[in-house]
């Protein structure tokens, strides 16, 4: 399990989370839920995304933007449009809500397409755990990337699939979504003279893309730098400085702070586990030890986090962390 496939597992397009639009000027959608990333791409036309707080960013034909929330966002035909905001989010393409053709999620209440009208398609994406919440701390508040990469194919399932009205078509366009998410974040961490986040380069390093790959694949195993170095066929001390050099952070503190992700997500997704049961599920015999070295990353002992995290206001399950096990009830 590479680390970039982990930290995304968790990200996936929901039905209600969906809407596609063909708009004539002008226009102006505003986005209000805040969703924590929503992915705005453009079939044919073009228009501004107007971030909160943020300078605007044309998005042409074809090209693709990410915004990261809570802030929300505006998509307009022009800066400074005369049309008035529509407020679009989960239920606004409801019948009620004038919608035509609702997908959950939003549509144009126009219901005309004329010459040169736009056609725009946004996903917004639920980000629940703190495994996720890492992706998250790798992006900017927008990003964007242009036409002509490897998500231009993805853009052509879906100009077809929203054409379209046949059974399933929901769950195609979640998945293709959820491509075109992956494609886009690969291209955009990849982009020349960008500033991708450690981990995401280190992963393509012969020795410490092996050693991610064996510290995600099993966070629970007995790990040392002496057995790492084996698996990857180097010495002690080159893992180490090269594992140091290209994540920023020894092996095993790198190996310590992913435990404690794991297992803040357990404390809080089974909820009837006890804390020894997740120490034993993410490497640690000891639950002291392992209560220790959680306060120390996390701030707060696990109980207190879990106490924490589950009654804060719109709390929700994370997924079940990747590389563990649900932990049932332990003496």
Request: aromatic residues 6%; negative net charge.
């Amino acid at each position: 399990m590479d680390v970039f496939s982990d930290l995304i597992r968790g990200v996936r397009a929901h039905g209600s989370l969906f809407g596609s639009s063909t708009l004539s000027a002008p226009w102006a959608l505003h986005f209000v839920d805040g969703a924590p990333l929503t992915l705005c791409t453009v079939l044919t036309g073009a228009g501004w995304i107007v971030p909160e707080h943020r300078p605007p960013e044309p998005l042409r034909a074809r090209e693709t933007v990410v915004v990261r929330g809570p802030a929300t966002f505006t998509f307009v035909d022009e800066i400074g449009t005369p049309a008035e905001p529509v407020a679009c989010g989960e239920h606004c393409a409801a019948p009620e809500q004038g919608g035509t053709r609702h997908r959950r999620g939003w549509n144009d209440s126009s219901g005309g397409a004329g010459e040169g009208a736009t056609t725009l398609i946004v996903g917004a994406y639920p980000v629940r755990g703190e495994i996720s919440r890492r992706l998250l701390d790798a992006l900017p508040v927008v990003l964007r990337v242009d036409s002509g990469g490897t998500a231009d194919a993805v853009l052509d399932h879906l100009a077809a699939e929203v054409a379209a009205d046949t059974p399933g078509q929901q769950v195609v366009l979640d998945r293709l979504l959820d491509w075109m998410l992956v494609c886009t974040l690969r291209e955009w961490f990849d982009r020349p003279g960008g500033e991708p986040p450690a981990w995401w380069a280190a992963q393509r390093d012969p020795v410490v893309g092996d050693a991610l790959r064996l510290l995600h694949a099993e966070p629970a195993a007995p790990w040392t730098v002496a057995a790492l170095a084996e698996h990857t066929g180097v010495s002690r001390s080159t893992l180490a400085k090269r594992f140091a050099d290209l994540v920023g952070e020894p092996p095993l503190t790198y190996l310590t702070r992913w435990r404690m992700t794991l297992a803040a997500d357990l404390l809080v997704e089974q909820e009837a586990a006890t804390v020894a049961g997740i120490a034993r599920a993410v490497g640690y015999s000891d639950p002291f030890g392992f209560s220790a070295a959680f306060k120390r990353i996390r701030g707060a002992n696990p109980s207190e986090f879990r106490r924490t995290a589950t009654t804060a206001p719109g709390a929700a399950d994370p997924p079940v962390p990747a590389g563990t096990a649900p932990v049932g009830p332990q003496a």
